[in-house]
């Protein structure tokens, strides 16, 4: 399917490299995506997210002016724009602080609690394991494990197809 026809079921991405419209402001980005259902945007609800992001006082400034985190947190809300009922994020905590990504992951978990689903593409494992709910690891396109996060560590499967061997944790 064509990705205009995906985002109108719903099926929202967002992207590792974020590409705003550099020319426009926060506020401006967000109109984009918020179109694609056919939805206003929501002006209380953007508010709300952006306030949440910590990006409230950047609304009206253009996004070239923004920090890397910044335009992090912005393509997060330019997903949630485009009310999706499933979002897929390609490294959304990349290049974030622990701090900016407790924000991101505040406002993920509102989306969730509203009955979203999120699927996260992250190498942040630290951070990404202290956050959700369940994981599931893939290898080749092929589910690997599937559980709960204190769980991932002991999983030879996992152990043998990231890190090579399970004795390398064993010092062998």
Request: charged share 25%; hydrophobic share 40%; aromatic share 6%.
């Amino acid at each position: 399917m064509k990705p205009y026809h995906l985002s109108r079921k719903g099926l929202v991405r967002t992207f590792q490299i974020v590409r705003p419209f550099k020319s426009l402001t926060v506020y401006q980005n967000l109109l984009a995506p918020s179109t694609v259902r056919g939805n206003k945007l929501d002006q209380a609800y953007v508010d709300e997210v952006l306030n949440k992001l910590g990006l409230a006082e950047k609304k009206h400034v253009p996004t070239s002016l923004l920090t890397h985190g910044e335009l992090k947190k912005l393509e997060v809300a330019r997903g949630l724009a485009a009310n999706p009922v499933l979002l897929l994020l390609d490294e959304p905590f990349g290049g974030l602080t622990v701090s900016e990504i407790e924000q991101v992951w505040a406002v993920l978990n509102g989306f969730t609690k509203n009955g979203g689903t999120l699927v996260i593409i992250e190498h942040r494992l630290r951070e990404l394991m202290k956050i959700v709910e369940r994981i599931v690891v893939m290898d080749q396109g092929r589910v690997i494990f599937e559980g709960l996060p204190a769980e991932v560590p002991k999983s030879e499967e996992v152990i043998r197809a990231y890190l090579g061997s399970p004795e390398v944790l064993k010092g062998g």
